[in-house]
């Protein structure tokens, strides 16, 4: 469903399989911030950005800086292993497409208005649909991290909450079961601190600032389909 490799933040990191590599557009923005911050400060600062931008154009959101920043996201489901390799895969997948889509059509408003006029917005592989996964990507990594400065409770119980507000109503008997066990594999909190390079007290503030940009990055999105008379059940 989604699907991205872990990326080097760190100098001890082993390189990668090649089947495990990210999509090309994808792995060029990864590449980009690579050993410049940890992957949470790289991400916080890049919505952070993102918003800003949103607002310099008037409340509008632009489709290339959107793509780039949303691929950074990619390291954050790496971090989490094979669990969340479900939402990687598809994730990665997507945004790809939206990169790609970037050097066609300059804002979010301007790929769904064209998929209105081709009724093609919920057809496996338009633009539409794949911004709408990917809204759901982000938003899930918003809940995990919710979930996971809300409690003292283990990485398990911040998933599994965050995967069944967000991507299981979507999701079939099947997949919602595989996803099930798969959190099973999920690292420790305190593992996964130190995979995104950071300590008790970084994790909390970079979480904090992630949740805090994305939210209107996220919420912009579902306005685009509501405005249009869209529902988001899908």
Same mark, same amino acid.
Not at 70 to 97: I, P, Q, W
């Given at each position: 469903m989604?699907?991205?490799r872990?990326?080097?933040w760190?100098s001890?990191?082993q390189?990668?399989a090649?089947?495990e590599?990210?999509c090309?557009?994808?792995a060029?923005?990864?590449?980009?911030?690579q050993?410049?911050?940890?992957?949470?400060?790289?991400?916080?600062e890049a919505f952070?950005e993102?918003a800003?931008?949103m607002?310099?154009d008037?409340?509008?959101?632009?489709?290339?800086?959107?793509?780039?920043t949303?691929? #950074?996201v990619?390291? *954050?489901?790496s971090? %989490?292993?094979m669990? &969340?390799?479900?939402? !990687?895969m598809?994730?990665?997948t997507?945004?790809?497409?939206?990169?790609?889509?970037g050097?066609s059509?300059r804002?979010?408003?301007d790929?769904?208005?064209?998929?209105?006029q081709?009724d093609?917005v919920?057809?496996?592989?338009s633009?539409s649909?794949?911004l709408?996964r990917?809204? #759901?990507?982000?938003? *899930?990594?918003?809940? %995990?991290?919710?979930? &996971?400065?809300?409690? !003292?409770?283990?990485?398990?119980?911040a998933?599994t909450t965050?995967y069944?507000?967000?991507?299981?109503p979507?999701?079939?008997?099947?997949?919602?079961?595989?996803v099930?066990?798969?959190?099973?594999t999920?690292?420790?909190?305190?593992?996964?601190i130190?995979?995104l390079n950071e300590?008790?007290?970084?994790?909390?503030k970079?979480?904090?600032?992630y949740?805090?940009?994305s939210?209107?990055?996220?919420e912009?999105?579902d306005?685009l389909?509501?405005?249009?008379n869209?529902?988001l059940?899908?």
């Amino acid at each position: 469903m989604l699907g991205f490799r872990q990326m080097a933040w760190s100098s001890s990191a082993q390189a990668q399989a090649p089947s495990e590599q990210l999509c090309e557009g994808a792995a060029a923005v990864v590449a980009a911030r690579q050993g410049m911050e940890t992957p949470l400060t790289a991400v916080a600062e890049a919505f952070e950005e993102l918003a800003r931008g949103m607002e310099a154009d008037s409340g509008e959101l632009r489709l290339a800086p959107f793509s780039d920043t949303c691929a #950074l996201v990619s390291v *954050l489901f790496s971090s %989490l292993g094979m669990a &969340f390799r479900f939402a !990687e895969m598809e994730y990665v997948t997507k945004v790809n497409d939206l990169i790609g889509a970037g050097k066609s059509y300059r804002t979010l408003s301007d790929i769904l208005d064209k998929d209105i006029q081709n009724d093609c917005v919920k057809k496996q592989g338009s633009h539409s649909r794949n911004l709408r996964r990917v809204r #759901l990507g982000l938003g *899930l990594i918003k809940a %995990l991290f919710e979930q &996971f400065l809300a409690t !003292e409770g283990s990485l398990y119980d911040a998933a599994t909450t965050a995967y069944g507000q967000v991507c299981a109503p979507f999701h079939s008997w099947a997949i919602r079961k595989a996803v099930g066990a798969g959190m099973y594999t999920l690292p420790t909190r305190e593992q996964l601190i130190v995979r995104l390079n950071e300590t008790d007290f970084s994790v909390q503030k970079e979480m904090r600032r992630y949740i805090d940009a994305s939210s209107p990055i996220i919420e912009y999105i579902d306005n685009l389909f509501l405005s249009r008379n869209i529902s988001l059940d899908w």
